[in-house]
């Protein structure tokens, strides 16, 4: 399963015991709700929740699981969960291996060093494109791999309490968007320091009693790192290779995609409503189009924006003339008739007057 979240921002002037101002994703300042969301790997909806406003993205993946778990009765069945890196707290997911279940997340490049402190130690910063290295991380900030640099790369043990298994990709293509990237930060922060930018310090920006300098060191840190994306878990090597874990991961567009459809498509957003009740609803509501949706969707191979284009224009209206009922409609185009024939229903308009 798949799992995300999104902020829904209403346009009210004062916050309540549900809509808080929070950290928005869209980097507004007014009362917002924080939106759960659990899809299975093709991007069907299986669960939402709604948290207040300000409350943290780590805190919401736990208890959707488990709801999610109890409205079905699959208490202790194994499942394999899917985050992004904002999902990755030892907290997190400490709680979800407690709870028996297996997680992928992503991993921040930072601890790229550490995970693969022995890589750096035998052949320094150099990758191949592809190169694929499942290792280890600490579970804990002050946790140690012992000898970790010294020695080929750790393979993780699932009995091991004291780390999770990590896997690191190199991509050649990666590592190019990478340097461009930090190009532009290093030109930023160049522009600031000579005073040519106003501009709150960004990054590789030291500021000191004496003035702004240029972080060259992290500079030197960050493009070592450059190409490397990194992953998190607790599934054994036996159940899912690295590359299978990489991929599951990846699926994760499939949950932005349903976030992105139920904001545009199935107008999600804005919302009406104020009380915890009527919000629920809305939300159930756009839960159960955005099932439908996904169901069209695979039924058919056509977009949910492209389904609704071409059913919406076609009306059909009855009047009643002296007493004799007449009906009126518009002829059905090519595209809502492939849509009927992919999901195996009769023309209703066949045998009706024009």
Not at 255 to 283: G, Y
Not at 294 to 321: C, D, F, H, N
Request: hydrophobic share 40%; charged share 25%; net charge neutral.
């Amino acid at each position: 399963m798949l799992y995300d979240v999104t902020t829904l921002y209403f346009e009210a002037e004062k916050e309540d015991d549900l809509r808080k101002v929070g950290f928005s994703k869209e980097r507004r300042v007014d009362p917002q709700i924080v939106v759960g969301l659990l899809v299975d790997r093709s991007g069907f909806p299986l669960e939402i929740v709604c948290f207040e406003g300000n409350h943290a993205e780590t805190r919401t993946i736990v208890p959707i699981v488990r709801q999610f778990q109890k409205r079905h009765g699959i208490e202790g069945v194994e499942m394999v969960i899917a985050a992004d890196a904002g999902m990755l707290s030892a907290a997190n997911l400490k709680d979800l291996d407690a709870a028996g279940l297996k997680f992928i997340v992503g991993s921040r490049v930072m601890k790229a060093p550490s995970d693969l402190a022995s890589h750096f130690h035998w052949n320094g910063d150099v990758f191949t494109d592809g190169q694929v290295i499942d290792t280890v991380t600490p579970r804990h900030a002050k946790s140690v791999v012992n000898d970790i640099a010294r020695r080929a790369e750790p393979v993780w043990d699932p009995d091991d309490t004291s780390a999770w298994r990590a896997i690191w990709a190199y991509s050649t293509k990666r590592a190019v968007r990478d340097n461009q990237t930090l190009n532009a930060q290093e030109e930023r922060a160049k522009a600031v320091i000579d005073g040519t930018r106003a501009a709150r310090s960004p990054r590789f920006v030291k500021t000191t009693t004496k003035g702004k300098t240029l972080d060259t060191d992290g500079i030197a840190r960050a493009r070592s790192l450059v190409g490397l994306k990194g992953y998190v878990s607790n599934v054994p090597v036996s159940l899912m290779n690295p590359r299978e874990v990489m991929e599951k991961y990846h699926d994760l567009w499939q949950v932005e995609q349903s976030f992105r459809m139920s904001k545009t498509d199935l107008r999600a957003r804005p919302i009406f409503s104020h009380k915890r009740d009527s919000i629920e609803a809305h939300l159930t509501i756009v839960f159960a189009a955005l099932a439908i949706s996904r169901y069209l969707q695979a039924e058919t191979g056509m977009s949910i924006r492209k389904i609704v284009r071409s059913l919406r224009p076609l009306q059909e209206i009855t009047v009643t003339i002296a007493g004799h009922e007449h009906t009126a409609l518009d002829p059905l185009t090519d595209d809502a008739a492939s849509i009927l024939d992919s999901l195996k229903i009769p023309n209703p308009r066949s045998g009706l007057a024009h």
